[in-house]
């Protein structure tokens, strides 16, 4: 048995426009759904699918987050993961803290293999694994598009821009997900019925790190502005030359 | 029955004059039911709405496979009891579960009547091997139910059906022509009424296999050209006399009970595309540019959103409260076919009430929506034009409007005389209040029962809405408001129909259109707490 850990995410439904703050000290999201990290739940679909292949696999959601995100774990337990672990933080958490938190729980659970989304929609930091990888010392590879696993070790294949590459790591060791890996599946009436029993542990985080950087301002992209016809190139050129564009 | 079962609600409860202070409101579907009520959303808009297209043509398969798809996470058998292969979900529950499956209306009616009057049937009046025979494949989505009471010759006169059934031996002899069944086409097993002797309604499974059945082509429909309608033809059908439910000459019953809980399912499934157009109408007039402003920012735009979000408030309010009632009957009376017939009749007043309310509604709302597309909306470029049609069907079946307007005040007399009722009391409201003056006026003139009944679905529509308005507060109170200004004004409607006098009407609660407007477009759709 094999014991994977699936790091997930509680962010803003990356299809719905959020404003920022009108003090510009982050996001509007109070009132938005909130959704698993697409990359998150592709590297849950993929856990399960390993299991589905015939590996015997005990899969554990995990999140760190607030309260609320007990409802992304359940549906990752209703997704199929076996069980969940909601360490509970109000507030942010940079990318080392979480690092930091998930590592603990890799210890205690006794896990081989962390399966990860390669960022979150939400800050799009990409940092996470990396520094996971290093706190523990394990084998590392990001944006996998295809996983199986061989005895005690895991065959990962990785879309670059020069060809496909394949990389064979050794137990234990964190993989994460690139877009293609699986298509999650839809959550089953059946499934979000069984999620009822199976268990989701609540724990405090083990750092109280302070965030090491600072958040200067927020906004919005600023909307074009209207643009102006001209009639020839020569027109053009005057134009762009009254702007400064060309000398 | 202990006494203190008989202090619990019953059906008619809200004629008593005390508004009910604590209903329930679809704000309270928590934890892992918001999940299952957001993967049937996630289902309608991933697998369902782009296909549209296809099946209105129907594609051949096409609509099979995403029954048997939804059969697969569960969909089509929500409430079946678990001994049958259901998940045996409170049917609160599986109604708003129906609601987002149902915001394609051909899939939404495909779907409502294999997990709904297609099943009810079976499941309240069946016996163990006949439920046991044929549940399982309908509540996995493998096999597909249909049901099937009305003739050319016999609409809303329903008992006046010609479908005839002989006893031959150990089997039936069925002849008759059933018209407009939904799913024809696909159907596994029918639920047919014939008559036995001439004149005993009885209830019939009727297996697709059976020799004798056949299905002649699909009607030409105006909407809802995604589902099957077609006629059940059965010429000398030989169904073997197991296949009755219930008893001979009470099939009956067993129509009329499934259609009780087919128009509380229906009432939810109407709210789907109303839902959907919403949503559309809120993207695109946000999107669409006249005199430089978005057409979202124009008053008598912000007034249609205000109205649908309005509407769609009050439709949701008073369907979800009645879907607990039910429930709570359920668990009163349950286990013998007595104890079913019980508590699927309990609340008939209240599911006629809320199929009319809820069906008008589906109509005023998409046609509010497609008067934000402009002249778009009468193209076929959008989809709003295909909700136009698919929803005028809702207000004629599962009994016409009029029909269900007539039934409920009759039954409420019935109730009265058998001491299940009390005649309408005011309760606060000045809806109630015109109930209250109305109703001892009322003669047998099917002008003043129909205006009536108006008076009723609103009495019990601000009675919801206020519920639920005073439990959340802030927008739902807003919407409370603004539901019985509108309320008011079509009361006053009904009671000078029923009186022919005049009479002062409140002075209206003083509501911000543009903010409710706002709250549509911030939710993507219509409001919800
Ligand atoms: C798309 C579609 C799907 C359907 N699916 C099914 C199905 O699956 N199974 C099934 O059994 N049936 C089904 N029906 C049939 C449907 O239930 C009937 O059409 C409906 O009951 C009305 O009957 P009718 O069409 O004969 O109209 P009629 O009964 O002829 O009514 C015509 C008009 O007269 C009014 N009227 C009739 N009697 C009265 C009265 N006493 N007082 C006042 N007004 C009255 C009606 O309200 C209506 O406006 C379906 C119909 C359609 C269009």
Redesign the interface.
Known sequence: MINILVPIKRVPDPY?KVKPLPDGSGLDVA?VKHEINPFDEIALEAAIRLREQGVELAITVVSIGPDEAE?QL??GL?MGADSAILVQKQGGMDSLGVAKEIAEIAKSTGAKLVIMGKQATDDDCNQASQMLAALLGWGYCSCASQISLSGSHIEVRRETDSGEQRVSLELPAIVTADLRLAEPR?????G??K??SKPLEKRVPVHNDQVQYRVLSVESVPSRKAGKMVQSVPELVAELKSLGAVS | MSQTQSATAQGCDFLQGNPPKNSFYPEQFL??ES??IQ?AE??SR??VLPMSWRLDEHEEGLMKHLVSKAG????CG?DTPEAYGG?G?PKNLAAR?LELLSLNASFSVTIGITSGIGQLGLILFGTEAQKLARLPHLASGEKIAAYALSEPNSGSDALSLTTKAEANGGDYILNGTKMWISNAQWADTFLVMAKVDGDKVTAFLVDRSCPGVSISREEHKMGLKGSSTARLVLENAVVPAENVLHEVGLGHHVAFNALNLGRFKLSSMSLGPARDAIGLASSYSQERKQFGRAISEFGLIQKKFASMATLFFAAESMVYRTGAMIDQAFQRYSGSVEDNMRAAEEYAVECSMIKVFSTEVESMIIDDALQCFGGYGFTEEFPIARHYRDARVSRIYEGTNEINRIFLVDRIRKRILLNRATPPKKDGSFVSELAELCWPLLKDGQIEKGAMADLLILMYGVQSCWSRGNALGSHALELAKSFENYANIRALEAYQLVTGEPIQIPKPHNVDQQNLAELVH?A?GPWHG
């Open positions: 719905i009132n409802e359940r549906k209703a839809y959550i089953a009436l059946p979000i019925i999620a009822r | 934890g892992d999940l299952m993967a996630q289902f991933q697998e697969e996470l569960g969909f929500i998940l979900l579960i911030e993507h």
